[in-house]
């Protein structure tokens, strides 16, 4: 088993920063890859961005140019450095640890709020 706890979560100006931290603890496949989703009041979840173990990294289109994924691969931690944010990135965000063979972890979520 494979538990997530987010972190960093909290009230921001819009244009302000903010960065999430997600930590990673248990039985962790060595070959994953950890990503980021959000949930924004009263949507579906959406995928924000993805960073597999060998590097590959993706955003979605909303947050290219301003978020930056990483991960520490010695602590099991992924990290979101959020920059320039807008009031539309107020959401709920989540970790998600996803193995080799397709099986998924997720955490519990942060909230983050950015106020106009």
């Known amino acids: 088993q494979v538990q997530l706890v987010e972190s960093g979560g909290g009230l921001v100006q819009a244009g302000g920063s903010l960065r999430l931290s997600c930590v990673a603890s248990?039985?962790?496949?060595?070959?994953?890859?950890m990503g980021w989703y959000r949930q924004p009041p009263g949507k579906e979840r959406e995928w924000v961005a993805t960073?597999?173990?060998?590097?590959?990294?993706n955003y979605a289109d909303s947050v290219k140019g301003r978020f930056t994924i990483s991960r520490d691969n010695a602590k099991n931690m992924v990290s979101l450095q959020m920059n320039s944010v807008k009031p539309e990135d107020t959401a709920v965000y989540y970790c998600?640890?996803?193995?080799?063979?397709?099986?998924?972890?997720w955490g519990k979520g942060t909230l983050v709020t950015v106020s106009s």
């Open positions: 248990g039985t962790i496949p060595s070959t994953n890859t």
């Open positions: 960073l597999a173990r060998g590097g590959y990294i």
């Open positions: 998600k640890l996803r193995t080799y063979y397709g099986v998924e972890y």
